[in-house]
């Protein structure tokens, strides 16, 4: 692989509301469609992806059907690895109630990467799942030029993590948002970051 386009899924009716999602499976909502068309128009004259892999939980997947059925690429492939933290108890909290309800647990969530959501996972479990990933699709991500993901917003903050050999915690203050377009290029001895939270529709 030579290159990655790592894109966040468009905007759902729990991101404009500022509520917990989590693993739970929540739409697009028609702005998120909308941003991922524009998406599209801004990809367009950029390399094709050879292949693409997508978080299974619907918000992502719909942004990469979008994506790929615009840019005449195959069919993506969902895969669980890439699905956004399980946030366990807090799913379809609101974040501000979770402020409220839950101030020192939260406070060491955001905080400690090790720190697990009550009943779900910390950003390290998020970063282990990325490796199996990375393990388990080796030899196919050895034989292709481009590659897409299409995943989550702190997913996403992670895989810069892995790919950069940065500090899990610091890439969590890292802004990514909805349709966000994130581009690494493969040099001779190490990777570069391209472009990170590039959204052409703001």
């Known amino acids: 692989m030579k290159r990655l386009y790592l894109v ?46 997508s978080s299974d939980l619907c918000r992502a997947k719909e942004t990469a059907e979008i994506l790929t059925s615009g840019l005449g690429a195959g069919s993506p492939v969902q895969d669980p690895l890439l699905r956004e933290i399980n946030c366990g108890r807090w799913e379809s909290l609101f974040i501000p109630d979770l402020e409220k309800d839950f ?28 490796e199996a990933f990375f393990a388990g699709k080796a030899s196919e991500l050895s034989s292709a030029e481009t590659v897409m ?36 290029v493969w040099g001779r001895l190490m990777p570069r970051v391209v472009a990170w939270n590039y959204t052409p529709f703001c």
């Open 8 to 53: 966040r899924h468009g905007e759902t009716e729990w991101n404009a509301d500022n509520r917990v999602q989590g693993s739970i499976d929540i739409p697009l909502s028609p702005k998120g469609r909308q941003q991922a068309g524009w998406l599209v128009k801004c990809m367009a004259r950029m390399h094709r992806p050879d292949m693409t892999f």
């Open 103 to 130: 101030p020192r647990e939260y406070e060491a969530w955001r905080l400690d990467a090790g720190f697990k959501c009550p009943g779900g996972e910390s950003v390290e479990d998020v970063k282990k799942r990325i």
């Open 149 to 184: 993901i299409v995943a989550h917003g702190l997913f996403n903050r992670t895989m810069l993590a892995h790919i950069m050999n940065l500090g899990l915690q610091q890439c969590r203050y890292f802004e990514q948002d909805n349709a966000a377009l994130n581009v690494f």
